[in-house]
Each structure stands twice: as structure tokens, then as C-alpha cells.
């Protein structure tokens, strides 16, 4: 065999020009030209809104997000890493309640908050506040969680077809329960 039968292949212009730039270190060099569709871009600064392929869109601390109708959800459950009235970090076990009841974080601005409320002498309207709004979310809760509990349908279908009751309540049974339940609920709401 001869020497030159070894290597037939032809090489591109663009080959050599990728070898040339692998050598020179620049990765990033382009070799080809390309010619087509190019798309126009728009450019966005912190605060705009925008629509695009039907979403919504922002840009928040230099990042783009999509705009949800759950934003406003989103933004309740997010506790943020400092408290906005001390900036201090939001690492007691209690801040996270705290600064959903009073927006900032328990130690030291809802500590000195209630400190400043017994001085005034006003510590214990502020209490009686906080208890009865407590025994309100407690008698709504417990009132939901028995609607819901009774409600519910104890008939479960097998594999059959047929259509079997677990439950064993009657309605008489479930209205006694319900009754109880008004009374209870009333009698809780009246405490409030």
C-alpha cells in the first residue's frame, strides 16, 4: 500500500478552522456561517410586564418569572430570611408564626412589642384579641372537619359493580350529631 491511499479524506474549511481554533485556545469561535431566521429579541428591565406565548411575565431582582393567579398565595406562605422591621434573621423556631400574626419576627421585635404593651397596660386587651381570634379559627375548624367528616359518602363500589355501605349511620343519627355540633360551635363563638 502506498502512502498516499492512506488518507483520501478531504477536508472542509470549516474542519481546519475548528482545528486552528482549538489550537489558539478559542473555544467559543464560530466556524460556519449561518443564514436564516433570526429572532428579534425584546429586552425588559426590572418591573416590566410582558405576555408571551400566552404566559405573563416579569422581572423581579433580575430574574424573569411568570406571573400565576396564585402569586398573591405564593407571596403569604413565603417568610422572608430577614425581618423587615429589625432585619434581623428569621431563625427562631417561632418566627415564622410571629411574622405571619404581626409581619416581623419574634425575637426581639415581638418581644419588645409586648414588653412596650404591658408597660402601657395594654397587654391584656391585646391577649383577650389574640384568644378570642384563636377560639374563632378553632370553632370554624372544628366546625368544617365535622361537615366534611359527615358528608362524606360511606358507599364504596367493588369490583362487581355492586355498591356496599360501610358506614351504618343513619340519617337520624347524623342529624343528632349536627345538632351537637351547632350547639357546641354557638356555645364556642359565644365565649369569643
Not at 39 to 56: F, L, N, P, R, T
Request: a positive charge; one cysteine or more.
Amino acid at each position: 500500500m502506498s502512502s498516499e491511499s492512506l488518507l483520501k479524506k478531504e477536508f472542509k474549511h470549516s474542519d481546519v478552522q475548528r482545528v486552528r481554533n482549538i489550537v489558539n485556545k478559542d473555544f467559543t469561535a464560530k466556524t460556519k456561517l449561518q443564514a436564516g431566521y433570526k429572532k428579534a429579541y425584546e429586552y425588559h428591565v426590572e418591573g416590566d410586564i410582558w405576555e408571551e406565548k400566552g404566559k405573563k411575565w416579569t422581572i423581579k431582582n433580575g430574574i424573569k418569572q411568570n406571573i400565576t393567579k396564585l402569586d398573591g398565595v405564593k407571596k403569604f406562605t413565603q417568610i422572608p430570611l430577614r425581618c423587615p422591621k429589625c432585619n434581623g434573621p428569621m431563625k427562631h423556631h417561632l418566627a415564622k408564626k410571629m411574622y405571619r400574626v404581626h409581619g416581623f419576627c419574634f425575637d426581639p421585635c415581638t418581644v419588645e412589642m409586648e414588653a412596650t404593651l404591658v408597660k402601657a397596660g395594654l397587654f391584656e386587651k391585646y391577649e383577650e384579641r389574640m384568644m378570642s381570634a384563636n377560639l374563632k379559627a378553632f370553632a370554624d375548624d372544628i366546625e368544617a372537619w365535622a361537615l366534611e367528616t359527615l358528608s362524606t359518602s360511606d358507599n364504596f363500589v367493588t369490583e362487581d359493580g355492586t355498591v356496599e355501605n360501610w358506614g351504618g349511620m343513619s340519617n337520624t343519627h347524623r342529624d343528632k350529631i349536627l345538632a351537637g355540633l351547632k350547639d357546641y360551635v354557638s356555645h364556642l363563638r359565644s365565649k369569643v
